[in-house]
């Protein structure tokens, strides 16, 4: 039985309590909050007895626990993940890894200075683990579409829901919008090309969403809209069409790759999934099917992800699977949306040499 402290317990610590009780061999025993509303909700939530902490070095201080999931605010994550990394403590880190990637690459070395080699620390990107991008993935990886040339996401969605404090109306609080929203696709667009970006070119701005908010004498300054271009090497491209003015829709998300033998794609959140192969399908023949896994018994917020992120954590710190989303991943996921806010501050292509060195 793998005994889950959970470190921040807002909307997505709920999501992640509510995961881990729909999981075999699994339970929440404790959780950290300094808001206590929030305290009490996850205490509630959890099933069976728990114990509950104002703040998260009490949790680790505890025993209560083997594994700590970190879904306290984004800006947060650097100086929260530093104590946990003196533990012995296994961790899943929600997405963001930090708010700049300066923060991640201190994580990064204070996990390779604290040599525990049994420890399981984890990126909470589980974009990966939708069904129908799971899907695209592995087809992807198999050839289906051929030598992959380009990727394509969509996401046009509502805005940011409002949280505890409104500390996400703010760029410096989050990392900025192409590092807290979408960081999860730019690691999906690494994941399909197999490598790492070269460059980033973005346009973008704030033209409808929270334009007469105000907190403490502070505009709210959080990008809503952008295009942005990752360049490959070998001439392998992806990009990212984000709009969070546009809940009017079908489909919230939609992924594509294509290659030199087909394209393949996944919608959500209805699941749809495409597959047309060159030579054989023709624009508006391609094979369409409903991707559901029903191993899958809490869809909660993200059509199942998190509970699959949680069967595969739980397998690694096991010994049964790898860890599958890496400090490294976290890192580079973080950069490429940094790369491209610079790029839209400043008008002009970024180099990811730029930015990491």
Request: net charge negative; hydrophobic share 40%.
């Amino acid at each position: 039985m793998i005994r889950y402290g959970v470190v921040g317990t807002g909307m997505m610590g709920i999501e992640h309590i509510e995961n881990v009780n729909a999981l075999d061999g699994a339970v929440v025993t404790a959780v950290s909050d300094p808001v206590a509303k929030s305290l009490e909700r996850a205490v509630k939530t959890a099933d069976g007895e728990v114990q509950s902490f104002h703040d998260h070095r009490d949790l680790i201080a505890s025993g209560a626990c083997d594994a700590v999931v970190v879904a306290s605010p984004n800006f947060t994550h650097v100086d929260v993940v530093r104590d946990l990394l003196d533990s012995d403590l296994h961790l899943l880190i929600e997405k963001p890894l930090c708010t700049t990637i300066e923060d991640c690459q201190t994580l990064i070395e204070l996990e390779a200075a604290a040599a525990r080699p049994d420890r399981v620390v984890w990126v909470g990107l589980e974009y990966r683990y939708m069904p129908a991008v799971a899907r695209l993935i592995s087809d992807a990886a198999g050839g289906v579409a051929g030598d992959l040339h380009m990727v394509s996401i969509i996401e046009h969605r509502f805005p940011f829901l409002v949280k505890v404090g409104d500390w996400n109306r703010f760029s410096i609080n989050t990392g900025g919008t192409l590092v807290e929203k979408c960081c999860h696709f730019f690691d999906l667009m690494m994941l399909l090309h197999g490598e790492r970006p070269e460059r980033v070119f973005a346009s973008g701005g704030q033209n409808v969403n929270h334009l007469d908010e105000v907190y403490d004498g502070k505009t709210s300054d959080i990008l809503d809209n952008a295009y942005v271009i990752v360049e490959f090497p070998n001439q392998r491209r992806a990009m990212l069409d984000l709009c969070m003015f546009a809940e009017a829709t079908a489909e919230q998300e939609i992924v594509s790759v294509i290659g030199d033998k087909g394209k393949l794609e996944a919608r959500l959140p209805s699941g749809t999934f495409f597959t047309g192969r060159r030579g054989e399908h023709f624009i508006g023949e391609a094979e369409e099917e409903i991707v559901h896994d029903e191993s899958i018994l809490h869809e909660g917020l993200h059509h199942g992800s998190s509970y699959v992120e949680h069967q595969r954590f739980c397998e690694a710190i096991r010994g049964e699977g790898p860890v599958e989303v890496t400090l490294e991943d976290g890192l580079w996921s973080v950069a490429v949306g940094a790369a491209a806010h610079m790029s839209i501050e400043q008008g002009r292509p970024v180099e990811m040499s730029e930015v990491l060195s």
